[in-house]
């Protein structure tokens, strides 16, 4: 679900970047508010180089990793991993425990496509863990001078939330939040929350 076509030094740049101690702390903060088991059925969309995967492993989780891109099918260090888009997932309806979208969700052209099929494939009461950078993060960096240099533009990136948006758009797939929150560094010496880097959210597919 992604419009751009990057080239290796895209892939090697995300490849450094998720390999940080930094990314890691992400991962192990969205990790750390899902209920996660030993046996459970993991699907990590996106899963690039499969610095989450790793993370779900060191939990005891075997995951399984997707992604659109041949490279990331190829260049994951972790296996499985299943080459799809998002918007047509090849698991059958409730076949997922958990999936998680680790700095994803920017990427798709219809956020509410992949979203919803994201929905599908969750079991009742399966969860979502979402990572996703913060407009008003992006916004506020632009505020302050000579900050711009710290933010490399994604070309691949489709849209930038704000912790409204993206709780209007996991809503509005079917989602029941449990929790949504900025995350992270402040964009300014400013105790406002909504400054922060990250958003993160857990969502449920509702017991029927």
């Given at each position: 679900?992604m419009?751009?076509?990057?080239?290796?030094?895209?892939?090697?740049?995300?490849?450094?970047?998720?390999s940080?101690?930094?990314?890691?702390?992400?991962?192990g903060?969205l990790l750390a508010?899902?209920?996660?088991?030993?046996?459970?059925?993991?699907?990590?969309?996106?899963?690039?180089?499969?610095?989450?995967m790793?993370?779900?492993?060191?939990?005891?989780?075997?995951?399984?990793?997707?992604?659109?891109?041949?490279?990331?099918?190829?260049?994951?260090?972790?296996r499985?991993?299943?080459?799809?888009?998002?918007?047509r997932?090849?698991?059958?309806?409730?076949?997922?425990?958990?999936?998680?979208l680790?700095?994803v969700?920017?990427?798709?052209?219809?956020?509410?496509?992949?979203?919803?099929?994201?929905?599908?494939?969750l079991?009742?009461g399966?969860s979502?863990?979402?990572?996703?950078?913060?407009?008003?993060?992006?916004?506020?960096?632009?505020?302050?001078r000579?900050s711009?240099?710290?933010?490399?533009?994604?070309?691949?990136v489709?849209?930038?939330?704000?912790?409204?948006?993206?709780?209007?758009?996991?809503?509005?797939?079917?989602?029941?939040?449990?929790?949504?929150?900025?995350?992270?560094?402040r964009?300014?010496?400013?105790?406002?929350?909504?400054?922060?880097?990250?958003?993160?959210?857990?969502?449920?597919r509702?017991?029927?």
């Amino acid at each position: 679900m992604m419009q751009a076509r990057p080239d290796a030094s895209y892939f090697a740049r995300v490849d450094r970047w998720s390999s940080t101690e930094a990314y890691r702390r992400e991962v192990g903060s969205l990790l750390a508010a899902l209920d996660l088991h030993p046996g459970s059925r993991i699907l990590d969309v996106g899963c690039g180089p499969g610095a989450a995967m790793e993370e779900l492993r060191r939990r005891g989780v075997a995951p399984l990793g997707l992604d659109i891109y041949p490279a990331w099918a190829d260049l994951c260090r972790q296996r499985p991993v299943v080459r799809a888009d998002a918007a047509r997932l090849p698991f059958t309806t409730g076949s997922m425990d958990a999936v998680l979208l680790v700095h994803v969700v920017a990427h798709f052209q219809q956020p509410d496509a992949g979203l919803r099929e994201i929905l599908r494939v969750l079991r009742p009461g399966g969860s979502l863990g979402l990572l996703t950078p913060n407009a008003t993060y992006l916004r506020a960096l632009r505020w302050r001078r000579g900050s711009h240099h710290h933010h490399v533009p994604d070309p691949t990136v489709n849209h930038h939330f704000n912790l409204r948006d993206l709780r209007r758009q996991v809503a509005a797939a079917g989602f029941q939040i449990l929790h949504a929150r900025p995350w992270g560094r402040r964009a300014l010496p400013l105790p406002a929350a909504s400054l922060r880097e990250r958003l993160l959210l857990v969502a449920t597919r509702v017991t029927v």
